[in-house]
């Protein structure tokens, strides 16, 4: 499997993070689909096959700790990495019980993210 059978969806309020992280993940040979918001990614129809989800914490209306929760609910398996800018142990420990791959705090290094991404695909085989 090489990074263009794996699909990166980013859900994130801020546009210029979303544009960001599609330019760096583009760039290393993944397919990458961008959401404003929990809303917008729920209603998209997600394709089979392999995927890893890059999800903020803080976004309004849905946060993605809530995002993540109703996933789990759902029975829906997809690998999660949480983005956020705000130091905040108690949402990474929720984030982490519920089954992340990676808390990470922004801004991150690219090399922290690729490696964050390896591990949820290796996982999610």
């Known amino acids: 499997m090489t ?5 990166i969806f980013v859900v994130d309020d801020d546009e210029s993070v979303c544009r960001g992280l599609k330019r760096l993940l583009k760039s290393a040979g993944y397919r990458v689909e961008t959401f404003n918001s929990a809303k917008h990614f729920l209603e998209f129809t997600i394709p089979k096959g392999r995927s890893v989800l890059l999800l ?7 946060s993605g700790l809530d995002l993540q929760k109703k996933l789990v609910d759902e029975g829906f398996s997809i690998p ?12 990474e420990t929720q984030a ?6 990676a808390f990470l705090k922004k801004p991150f290094h690219d090399e922290l993210l690729f490696e964050a991404i390896r591990a949820g695909i290796k996982g999610d085989g």
């Open 3 to 7: 990074e263009k059978d794996i699909t």
């Open 96 to 101: 982490l019980r519920y089954g992340a791959v």
């Open 80 to 91: 999660i990495i949480f983005m956020t800018a705000h130091e905040d142990p108690q949402a």
């Open 56 to 62: 903020d914490i803080r976004m309004p209306v849905m």
